[in-house]
């Protein structure tokens, strides 16, 4: 055992450390946040409900969330100073740049309250970054494409109030679906935690230094940015308007096969799930909901569909136990509720950083948790003298 990662030689990490907060059975295709199945959070609860599950380990009764409720709405704003942070950015930098710049920000904002032996400064910086991130991250947004910064709208709930700051175009107000915001809503709870992804492990080990939790999240949105992590959303789009109709889906496939090309289905395969993503299927049946109710017939829908049929069908994908993950509908919804494709990844921190705050608390609050100090498989050359120039 070395601190953080345990190794079991010749099969790579097999456990990292302890935590309470999510399950995974890979093999079945089972997530539970603190033991409630995805399935039934997806149905009957909310993001925020959830974000307090992760964070409590319990789901709160009517006076607890209405207060934590509160407390987030409380946090919501952002100081005007933060206006220098931002526009110290190129507008056209991508939005997930900018928002790992501001999180690294936010500490130099509350330094004051950064002694994190104090358990109601920790749970203080978690709530605050639950309620700044949308704000920051439409602020981003808007900043990018040159519209002004819209405040939030504190008699919204979480997930409207975000849209409401990010679409809301200058001249007039914004008319938002309910079935837009339910959409989000559930998106937000899907990809509200994951147990020990690259960006969950990420803001654990930032932590495990004693490092504050806004620039140990900065760090996770890092990680998640990635194409083979978060990033994936935004490659599935342009993966199925590259592929364009149905009928191009078996080049495709061919394509993904071949090594040699460097080409993977985005939205396909995972690192512990060798069965269907269990939020993959809910988004699917979602993603149909959503286009049927806003009459939207986007055609890389059918081109979606189609590359998961002849994927599942094909002795490469099944020998390998490659199945749609959580990224392969999500971006065609949020194409459909209007999110542009820069955005996408950013959506998914938004919602990550319930795990992630949950994530970094669990940790501080772990009496045999260490410095994270991964060791490795040593591959070099064995021990050997120095030798002079003239005898090289
Ligand atoms: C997320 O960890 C998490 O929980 C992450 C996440 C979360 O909520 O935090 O679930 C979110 O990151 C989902 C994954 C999003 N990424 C993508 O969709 C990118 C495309 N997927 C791949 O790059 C890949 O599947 C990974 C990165 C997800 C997993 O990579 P691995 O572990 O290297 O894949 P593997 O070991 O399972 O691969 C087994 C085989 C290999 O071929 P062989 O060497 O055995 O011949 O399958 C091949 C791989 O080359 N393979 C693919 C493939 N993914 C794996 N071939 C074609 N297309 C793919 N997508």
Request: hydrophobic share 25%; net charge negative.
């Given at each position: 055992e070395t601190g953080c990662f345990t190794y079991d030689p010749g099969f790579g990490a097999t456990a990292s450390c302890k935590s309470a907060i999510t399950y995974i059975d890979g093999d079945a295709g089972v997530l539970l946040y603190r033991g409630y199945p995805i399935e039934q959070l997806a149905e009957k609860s909310s993001f925020l409900e959830v974000a307090y599950l992760l964070m409590h380990g319990e789901l709160p009764t009517k006076e607890q969330f209405s207060s934590f409720e509160h407390e987030v709405t409380h946090h919501t704003m952002m100081h005007e100073a933060f206006r220098t942070f931002l526009y110290g950015?190129?507008?056209?930098?991508h939005p997930m740049a900018m928002l790992t710049g501001m999180l690294g920000s936010l500490a130099s904002f509350y330094h004051n309250d950064?002694?994190?032996?104090?358990p109601e400064q920790r749970r203080l910086a978690a709530i605050r970054l639950i309620a700044k991130i949308p704000t920051i991250a439409a602020a981003c947004y808007r900043y990018s494409i040159g519209w002004p910064i819209r405040y939030p709208?504190?008699?919204?709930?979480y997930t409207t109030r975000f849209l409401h700051m990010m679409k809301?175009?200058?001249?007039e107000p914004l008319e938002l679906s309910p079935m837009a915001a339910k959409a989000m809503d559930l998106l937000f709870i899907l990809h509200a935690d994951h147990e020990q992804n690259a960006s969950t492990s990420t803001v654990r080990l930032v932590g495990s230094?004693?490092?504050?939790p806004y620039v140990s999240v900065a760090a996770g949105v890092a990680a998640l940015w990635g194409p083979a992590h978060g990033g994936a959303n935004e490659a599935v789009l342009k993966m199925l308007e590259e592929i364009?109709?149905?009928?191009?889906v078996g080049s495709a496939i061919a394509k993904a096969k071949d090594?040699?090309?460097?080409?993977r289905l985005m939205g396909f395969g995972h690192r512990v799930y060798k069965n269907f993503d269990p939020r993959a299927k809910i988004i699917r049946e979602m993603t149909h909901k959503v286009l049927g109710e806003l009459g939207i017939n986007d055609p890389l829908l059918e081109v979606a569909m189609k590359l998961e049929e002849a994927a599942l069908k094909d002795e490469y994908f099944v020998q390998r136990k490659l199945y749609p993950n959580v990224d392969f509908y999500s971006g065609i919804i949020y194409k459909a509720l209007g999110i542009p494709t820069e955005m996408f990844t950013v959506m998914f921190a938004i919602a990550r950083t319930a795990g992630w705050v949950s994530h970094w608390l669990e940790q501080q609050t772990d009496?045999?948790?260490?410095?994270g100090r991964p060791r490795q498989i040593y591959t070099g050359s064995p021990v050997r003298d120095y030798v002079g120039f003239d005898q090289r």
């Open positions: 950015f190129r507008h056209d930098a950064l002694d994190l032996e104090d709208k504190n008699n919204l709930e809301e175009v200058p001249s230094t004693g490092a504050n364009g109709r149905p009928e191009n090594k040699e090309s460097g080409f009496p045999e948790a260490r410095i």
